[in-house]
């Protein structure tokens, strides 16, 4: 059985792969097919204009969730192609940052987007924390052997001690609801997501699984921006089942 990784081969794993995705983002273009690639978690070969065979995920994981990863490529190359389909002149290959200017305008579902947006400095509202300067990574790769030296010591002179639960602990984590919007019959994801004190990114991930939030459906705009009704927001909020 493999063991874990520490705190500082975790901290090491996410500077390796910032650098990564700095480093397709300081190419001057990338295809369509490239974009979809990466934004799926996939490695990309410079001016790819179909998906390859064989496949190397960014990140390195198991070959199990390729096809998870797959189908996500596939579904955004295919919305690439829906969106451009009354465009006169189709983009053959456009500037990284364009590609993922037109991700955000898409509400393209991708866990990889706020990655790709951190390492270009242009995070949003994002819970991820990837790109990490080179002497603040260094330092916290020392705290984190430091950590271990301690806990190791402690777990050495007394394994059986336990720290004490805190009570307010989880309750400083959690997410406090936005007030629902007054005199709003619609809201932007971002809104939805906070009058249900959840991430936008999981309402997002269960709307592109079943066509809607537990049941609450969205209106898609034209241009693919998606609204949900307020007063879906209060049904669930009252605890009301709604059938998906």
Sequence with gaps: MSQSKTPAERV???????ATLVGYLALETWTPVMGAL????????????????????????SPNISTRRISATRDILAQWIDWHEDAVEVPKAMHPHDFLRWCIDAEIESEWLDPFLDATGSA?????????????????????????????????VKPDLQMPVDAASPASTARSPMPLPANRAQLSTDEFAATLAVAAQSVRKRYSETGSYFGVRPVKLPNRRLLWPAEGVKRLLDGGLIDE
């Design 124 to 156: 949003r509202l994002s819970d991820s924390v990837l790109h990490i300067p080179g002497d603040v990574a260094k330092h916290a790769v020392q705290m984190a052997q430091s950590v271990d030296v301690i806990l190791s010591r402690l777990d050495s």
């Design 38 to 61: 990466l934004l799926g978690g996939f490695h990309a070969p410079h001016g790819a204009i179909e998906i390859p065979v064989d496949l190397l995920t960014l990140d390195n994981q």
């Design 12 to 18: 090491e794993a996410r500077v390796r792969l910032d």
